[in-house]
């Protein structure tokens, strides 16, 4: 069993620092222009020929409704025909990638995000999974991790039975707070009937887990109401939740210019309302994940972590970092061996590259020997909040010290300062270290100081 996590308040004050999440490693800031559609061919080609698994995200990304605290790659309209010339694309997309790829290539695991997939009819969503189905190896016994995130205002009874009978069998739902004022102040009114009606429905359907999102740090919240929010939500007993820091970056994200920042709470208090969520949430018999990440015991991902299997890639944690990762519609990030690789996140250049049968990718990357270092040392500290040296040294033929010994300096400190333990051997991130882990992680980031801090959200 892991420790417990411990708070330590000066050590957050100290180390609660703006930089990446590590959903990949280098991150999508490094991407450039120069990887396009034959670098991905190529990635295609090798993933075929070792036969690796798949894991797809299909990004939908309507919505009828704007939150204004959303930095999501999304197209407000309630216009619901806006759907159908981007699905026609989509589904060349798919033809497109899949006949790059072997019909014996499973995919262990299935996610669609958006903006809100349930924007989508229900004919509209039987086409686009049977044209899946077409051209990809879904699994029919159930077995796969097939999620689809859920605004409960968009979705009954009946959606939810479809989707279930589609073959998902996973639900993310976004609440972020149940304030009434919080919500008015975000353009997101949503009750929890709502929810908790999507919840038992889910339940009555043998969906297999449940996910739930919320936000600390949205104009008007306080530590109490937010608190309150926290009960009602651990009443309705999800699976995993993950509870995200609200990053106000309105230069960069237009719908939060509508945001009143004097209603913002402070940063003291944005601290004791993530403080109090995770005292609670442990007391309620969750598990620190790692990463505003918070599961049952359980959980896949709280087993996978006691395994030391947990990985981490552009779906957050997973227990299916081996498989490739292909992302489907506009602005979706593929990883596929070495490649990374982003389609236009503008939706009339992604819908016109597909219309003259050419892909959509605008830019990517191709991890060198460093990165693949560099990304296997992140991923083991922020899955399992340890680093063994000699299994580093064994993948990749490296002596450690000699290899980071730019870093020790920097690694001893943290070590003075109670957030890791450092030998010879190994790194371990003690109690105290564990809500701060994406700081140990940016020591390893060679790009880090290149870029500018400003693009990333707040460790806590």
Known sequence: MLDAIRWDSDLIRRYDLAGPRYTSYPTAVQFHSQVGSF????????????????????????????????????????????????????????????????????????????GTPTFLSHDELRQLMAHLRKHFNLLDDDSGDYGIEIDPREADWSTMGLLRELG???????????????????????????TRAVIDAARTLQFR????????????????????TVEEVISLQPDRLSVFNYAHLPERF??????????????????????????????????YIGMDHFALPDDELAIAQEEETLQRNFQGYTTHGHCDLIGLGVSAISQIGDLYCQNSSDLNEYQNSLAAAQLATSRGLVCNADDRLRRAVIQQLICNFSLDFAEIEQQFNIDFQGYFGALWPQLQGMANDGLITLDRDCIA?????????????????????????QRFSRVI
Do not use: W
């Not at 939908?60 to 999501?72: E, K, R, T």
């Not at 995770?278 to 007391?283: G, M, N, P, Y």
């Open 39 to 114: 670098d991905l061919f190529h990635a295609l080609r090798d993933s075929r020929k070792a036969l690796r698994p798949l894991s797809l995200y299909v990004h939908v990304p309507f919505c009828a409704n704007i939150c204004y605290y959303c930095a999501c790659n999304k197209v407000i309209t309630k216009d619901r025909g806006r759907a159908l010339p981007y699905l026609q694309r989509l589904e060349q997309e798919i033809q497109l990638i899949a006949c790059h790829l072997d019909p014996a290539q499973k995919v262990e695991q299935l996610h669609f995000g958006g």
């Open 209 to 228: 887990s449940i996910n739930i999102d919320l936000i600390y740090g949205l104009p008007k919240q306080t530590p109490d109401n937010f608190a309150r």
């Open 254 to 287: 237009m719908p939060q210019r509508r945001i009143n920042t004097s209603e913002l709470p402070s940063p003291a208090q944005k601290l004791e309302m993530f403080q109090r969520t995770t005292e609670q949430l442990i007391a309620a018999g969750y598990r």
């Open 429 to 453: 991130i003690l109690p105290a270290g564990r809500l701060l882990v994406r700081s140990v992680c940016m020591v390893f980031d060679a790009y880090l100081e290149q870029q500018n801090r």
């Open 168 to 194: 998902f069998n996973r639900i993310s739902i976004g609440l972020q707070d149940l304030d009434p004022a919080v919500q008015r102040a975000v353009n997101r009114l949503q009750s929890l009937e709502e």
